[in-house]
């Protein structure tokens, strides 16, 4: 590769602003916020249209360069780190809402709008964009799409692939496709859903229809304290099992609330072993009996405290509170790991106990902060990445978090994607047909292998020889038939 003139060539489409390509400035961009695998890009190139984006695809093309998509860097998997250099494009500067359209549910948008941003800019007209994950504050659309972001509320609304109703894409060729008008149903195959979740391998987003939803009329906020979490995780399962339909079902652990409460000091008493945080919205009508309901259930499974958040202001500490959970644990340790998995509800229990003797094992701490109502766990694995003991102990203690959750009958992702930190684990979950099913599909939007290459796959087992697989599989059962 001809550095020097790529990166010419580069200014010559973005201009020179739009070209990061200084050793120092590209530390910048060399991991997301999985620190366990670093590598800096070639050069980055930040542009502001689907137009720049096309031609700084045929120009990757034509060098025969990765390309790797990134947002703001928010993911916790590894999967916007350029394993193999190349090009960043980064859309921090596609970041215009370009129609909103109330009548038909929908608002037009760049891969580079702030999630809150687009939130706060539709509240005005009564809408707003559902999935809510805990970076919401800083993680871009963009990235929400590739790794199908969830967050708090997606136990009721869903996560991100539920509200997309369209994707325009640059693919690995530097053509322009979209893969649906906007509108709730289209024709043929399902596009839109195969591209959400598939973190940036299948090509470049460059701008989407998002479905809009109506803010509720009411919203009702509690917490629930228990001297263990087991009481907590009961009250969750009782609850669905009961057919009630909370917007969040939410908990953090005794570690966990420590870390809040010196944040916050929402004044939790030192007892408590876990927090429930409970919301229910919809009309106003029957939703203080349908919250009524809820405490009941909490108060049957050994709640210590049950304390409504009775203004907006209260509900907006509670949730701010919980989403700033994760950067409140720099207060217990100068480093974390977020391991990300899902298990079914009822498992929930088992898996905890399972965490904890986990943490007793590699004698490191573990907080846990999970998204309880559809099973999604987090445990937050505390040590010091500059003591390569700690560190070494880390990787085994998240090694094991995931085999027990594959065991416990769940999966390796519920929203962070599988980026390089789980692509070892792809084979426990799925078997070589599964994996070469997926690898024909990638190879379908991508046949060189240029788009986020390295990732998803296992390492010793790439998309291509997957795939290349698969088809001589194909040909031999036909010769046989």
């Known amino acids: 590769m001809d550095h020097t003139r790529l990166i010419a060539e580069l200014k010559q489409i973005v201009g020179v602003t739009g070209v990061v390509a200084d050793p120092d400035a590209l530390m910048t961009y060399d991991a997301d916020g999985c620190v366990m695998d670093t590598h800096a890009p070639h050069v980055v190139v930040l542009p502001t249209s689907t137009e720049q984006v096309s031609a700084i695809v045929r120009l990757a093309a034509q060098h025969d360069v990765p390309v790797v998509p990134r947002g703001a860097g928010t993911g916790l998997s590894g999967g916007a780190t350029p394993m193999h250099g190349g090009i960043i494009i980064g859309t921090s500067r596609m970041s215009q809402i370009l129609e909103l359209d109330i009548p038909n549910g929908r608002v037009l948008v760049q891969p580079g709008v702030i999630n809150w941003e687009l939130t706060q800019y539709l509240t005005l007209s009564g809408y707003h964009f559902a999935p809510d994950p805990?970076?919401?504050?800083?993680?871009?659309?963009?990235?929400?799409?590739?790794?199908?972001?969830?967050?708090?509320?997606?136990?009721?609304?869903?996560?991100?692939?539920?509200?997309?109703?369209?994707?325009?894409?640059?693919?690995?060729?530097?053509?322009?496709?979209?893969?649906?008008?906007?509108?709730?149903?289209?024709?043929?195959?399902?596009?839109?859903?195969?591209?959400?979740?598939?973190?940036?391998?299948?090509?470049?987003?460059?701008?989407?229809?998002?479905?809009?939803?109506?803010?509720?009329?009411?919203?009702?906020?509690?917490?629930?304290?228990?001297?263990?979490?087991?009481?907590?995780?009961?009250?969750?399962?009782?609850?669905?099992?009961?057919?009630?339909?909370?917007?969040?079902?939410?908990?953090?652990?005794?570690?966990?609330?420590?870390?809040?409460?010196?944040?916050?000091?929402?004044?939790?008493?030192?007892?408590?072993?876990?927090?429930?945080?409970?919301?229910?919205?919809?009309?106003?009508?029957?939703?203080?009996?349908?919250?009524?309901?809820?405490?009941?259930?909490?108060?049957?499974?050994?709640?210590?405290?049950?304390?409504?958040?009775?203004?907006?202001?209260?509900?907006?500490?509670?949730?701010?509170?919980?989403?700033?959970?994760?950067?409140?644990?720099?207060?217990l340790a100068p480093t974390y790991h977020l391991v990300d998995t899902v298990v079914p509800r009822t498992r929930l229990p088992k898996m905890m106990d399972e965490v904890a003797q986990i943490a007793q094992e590699f004698d490191l701490p573990v907080a846990n902060v999970f998204h309880a109502g559809d099973g999604n766990l987090h445990p937050i694995i505390l040590f010091d990445r500059r003591d390569p003991d700690q560190n070494e102990r880390a990787l085994h203690a998240v090694n094991r978090m995931m085999l027990v959750s594959i065991e416990q009958g769940g999966v390796i992702s519920g929203e962070h994607g599988i980026g390089v930190e789980k692509q070892e684990f792809m084979p426990y979950l799925f078997n070589q047909d599964d994996l070469a099913a997926m690898a024909a599909l990638h190879q379908g939007f991508d046949p060189e292998g240029r788009f986020n290459p390295g990732k998803i796959f296992p390492k010793a087992q790439s998309a291509r020889a997957l795939a290349e697989q698969r088809h001589t599989m194909a040909f031999a059962d036909h010769d046989v038939a």
Not at 162 to 170: D, K
Not at 241 to 255: N, S, V
Not at 263 to 270: A, N
Request: aromatic share 6%; glycine share 12%; net charge negative.
């Open 134 to 331: 805990s970076s919401q504050k800083a993680c871009t659309i963009g990235g929400n799409i590739a790794n199908n972001s969830g967050g708090p509320h997606c136990l009721k609304y869903g996560v991100t692939t539920n509200h997309v109703l369209g994707v325009e894409m640059v693919l690995a060729d530097g053509s322009v496709i979209w893969t649906g008008d906007g509108t709730p149903d289209c024709a043929g195959y399902d596009l839109t859903g195969v591209i959400n979740g598939s973190e940036g391998t299948f090509g470049i987003v460059t701008a989407t229809w998002l479905r809009l939803t109506r803010l509720p009329e009411a919203i009702r906020v509690v917490l629930a304290l228990y001297p263990a979490i087991a009481g907590a995780t009961s009250t969750v399962s009782q609850v669905i099992a009961r057919g009630l339909l909370p917007a969040a079902l939410e908990i953090m652990d005794r570690l966990a609330i420590k870390a809040v409460n010196a944040m916050y000091r929402l004044g939790m008493p030192d007892e408590a072993g876990a927090l429930l945080i409970v919301e229910v919205d919809g009309v106003t009508d029957g939703l203080d009996e349908l919250m009524n309901d809820i405490v009941a259930i909490c108060w049957s499974n050994g709640a210590l405290d049950v304390r409504p958040a009775r203004t907006p202001a209260e509900q907006v500490r509670v949730w701010s509170a919980r989403k700033n959970a994760f950067g409140a644990m720099g207060r």
